[in-house]
């Protein structure tokens, strides 16, 4: 018999993935926050507004004690957002068994300190072994990943155990795991490129043209990877899955959130209402704050996140983004 994969949050990424590996046949607990939203899953044998028309597969369950939910569990996914995941890591750490993988698909930071979720985790959770934590990101659209479209993600643990343990409970031929040794450098792609998400959204709001595009993601990737490296990042998972592939993803397609704020904020919507609207989180927002404050620290130079902060928190118009930028001092792009 397989051991039961459990799911922390019934976020729309977390009940896909939950769907996804419920689909393979694996027992699934999908762990949720009240007990009225896990109700009225259970009612509904589906989650009607994150996943409307995607039924529950019989081997999953809708929880709400974590007691139960992760009882001889062997992997627990956490996916809730990134201002949530340390309450959330609280809520379940005493019943996390001690053998099993634990897997972040969160792709944020944490204010004030710019905190990966791993560095989170370790906090909360210091006695479980630093091996058995991994990460998973990449040109995942969660829309696109339910409807059985092809996709391609990374998993990344420093211990070989647990990158493959996660390849076995979640791959399947449309859902294709790559594993990677680069811990930092799949959570910081992860949840920078959603700060250039942000720009692209922009540049498209603007109708700058694809030249000016291009230039602009490009040039986020050559920053997030300085950051990344910085960090402690490899080079090379800048041009993976979870640096180049998810840049191109979240920067061009219609189901980004992050890229929809940018192209309402250049029409000339206002954050919050932009946001209401959505009804569903924007992490490019709190990361762009985090990024800066770790730039700050490691002496790193981010026009771009630069920038985009000063369009969401300090009332620059989205429209003079683009020629900022063009008029900066000359230099090598390298």
């Not at 479209?149 to 643990?157: D, G, I, L, Q």
């Not at 090379?236 to 061009?252: E, I, K, N, P, W």
Request: aromatic letters at 4%; proline letters at 7%.
């Amino acid at each position: 018999l397989q051991s039961p994969v459990a799911v922390v949050g019934a976020t729309t990424w977390g009940t896909t993935l939950a769907v996804l590996a419920a689909r393979d046949g694996a027992p699934v607990r999908l762990l949720c926050r009240t007990s009225d939203e896990a109700d009225a899953l259970r009612r509904a044998g589906e989650h009607s507004r994150r996943l409307p028309g995607v039924p529950f597969p019989e081997t999953l369950s809708v929880e709400h004690g974590p007691a139960k939910a992760l009882s001889d569990t062997n992997l627990v996914i956490v996916a809730v957002p990134s201002d949530r995941f340390r309450q959330n890591v609280g809520r379940i750490a005493k019943y996390v068994p001690k053998e099993a993988v634990i897997l972040s698909v969160t792709k944020g930071l944490e204010l004030p300190a710019g905190l990966r979720m791993s560095e989170v985790w370790s906090q909360e959770m210091p006695q479980h072994p630093p091996g058995r934590f991994s990460v998973l990101s990449g040109p995942n659209l969660a829309g696109e990943v339910i409807a059985g479209k092809p996709a391609v993600t990374v998993v990344a643990a420093s211990a070989e155990t647990s990158r493959s343990l996660v390849q076995e409970a979640l791959m399947s031929p449309a859902f294709r795991i790559y594993t990677s040794d680069d811990v930092v450098g799949v959570e910081m792609g992860g949840a920078l490129k959603n700060i250039i998400a942000l720009a692209a959204g922009i540049a498209d709001g603007m109708e700058v043209g694809d030249n000016a595009k291009a230039a602009l993601v490009t040039r986020g990737l050559n920053e997030i990877g300085r950051l990344g490296i910085a960090a402690g990042a490899q080079l090379m998972t800048f041009a993976g899955l979870a640096g180049l592939g998810d840049v191109m993803a979240t920067c061009s397609s219609p189901l980004s959130r992050n890229r929809r704020v940018g192209e309402e904020l250049a029409r000339g919507r206002q954050l919050p209402d932009i946001l209401t609207d959505m009804g569903a989180v924007a992490e490019g927002i709190n990361t762009t704050v985090a990024a800066l404050e770790i730039a700050e620290r490691l002496d790193v130079d981010m026009p771009i996140t630069r920038l985009m902060s000063q369009v969401l928190f300090e009332g620059l118009p989205a429209a003079e983004c683009i020629p900022t930028l063009m008029e900066r001092p000359p230099r090598s792009e390298w």
